[in-house]
């Protein structure tokens, strides 16, 4: 009988691995793992976040509360960098020196250049932060220890008596400037202005129907132009400034061109002072990008302080800017009274002080009064000078 072959059973299918490459094998396996495993490993905490907002965190794991921390106490470029200054209070040496070592950190990681000072023992140090385009100057503090206060043994209070203001010498004299804000809607006031001394200056606001004439009306008679910018107050809108006013959230480019078109419209300005703003000019931002525009056309500005917050001058002087502000308002009350008493306090203040200038406006009796006070400023010991001479 014929043989037959037994079949041997299929149990599946076998890759042939030769026994030599299975070491191979494991170790390509790990690699590919810990490729893996770096590829998609969780960024530094805190990376994506803005700096800004990194900064403040990192400082209050420190234990420095955000609301303590002075944000862009100045900002100013050193050549082409934007640096912004910050102000940082640690409790204790180790926690501000915990923080140098998070800032170094978070740098590496956002791939700035920090630079740490060699002393770390001064009692104030700073940490710049520098990305380039923009850099953080970070000034670290320690604060002092907190003594213990012994309260004073009450003594019986005594009714106070005002201090007697200081009174200026017989022979005293000072410069004094005036402005007249506000000109420019109409023009019936302009040829009284014209008429007074040359040197009260007269600023125009811009985008009026009569802003051109008045300003070439006022320049033509002998007396300064001042460009009255319009600026955003804290209660816009619903407080309006008037058309072509400076606002804060502007952009760069919007703001210069505001500027630009402003000056524009005004002729012959030699400078500018602020109609409104008292929160533009306490945007430290805002002014030093006006102060650039000013500082690159050679003028000069006067701070018409509406505001006690303001960092106008501040940032005048870091861009170069001729500045000073006003001393006295003249007519907040419009009647006549009123406006000879702080023409009084203006005379007074400059020779208590060498110098002084008062802001006033374009008003039918702040001009009848001025017409008929300032010739005898001179005799008073106030010597009428030009704005522009008293900014520096």
Partial sequence: ???????????????????????????????????????????????????EVRLLELAAERGVPRGSVVVDDSIKKVDSVF???????????GARDGFVGDVEIEGAARHARVVVPPDLAAKE???????????????????????????????????????????PKPDARGRLAILLDDA?????????ACALPTQVGVAVLP??????????????????????????????P????????????MTTDELRTTVHSALNNVPHAVGVNNHMGSRATANLKTMTWIM????????????????????????????????????VFLDNDRNAAAIRKQLDEAVYRCRIDGEAIAIGHLDPVTVEVLAAELPGLAARGADLVKPSDLVR
């Fill in 1 to 51: 009988m014929p043989s037959r072959r037994k079949g041997k059973k299929m149990s599946g299918f076998r890759f042939p691995v030769r026994r030599e490459l299975i070491p191979w094998i494991v170790v390509g396996l790990a690699a590919l793992v810990v490729f893996l495993v770096f590829i998609f490993r969780p960024g530094p905490e805190g990376k994506d976040s803005p700096i």
């Fill in 83 to 93: 640096v912004r200054t910050w102000r940082f209070e640690f409790g204790d040496r």
């Fill in 125 to 167: 140090i700073s940490l710049l932060m520098d990305f380039g385009p923009e850099a953080f100057d970070l000034k670290l503090t320690v604060a002092k220890p907190k003594v213990a206060v012994i309260p004073p043994t009450p003594v019986p209070t005594r009714k106070p008596t005002a201090t007697p203001r200081p009174q």
């Fill in 184 to 192: 420019g809607q109409k023009d019936d006031l302009v040829s009284a």
């Fill in 207 to 236: 985008f009026l129907p009569k802003s051109a004439e008045t300003a070439n009306a006022v320049h033509a008679a002998g007396h300064e132009v001042w460009l009255h910018l319009p600026m955003e107050p804290e209660d816009y």
């Fill in 238 to 249: 619903a407080n309006n400034p008037g058309p072509g006013a400076v606002l804060v959230e």
């Fill in 292 to 327: 650039q525009e000013l500082s690159a056309r050679g003028m000069a500005f006067i701070d018409s302080r509406t505001t006690i917050k303001t960092v106008a001058e501040k940032a005048a002087r870091a861009q170069g800017v001729p500045t000073n502000r006003r001393h």
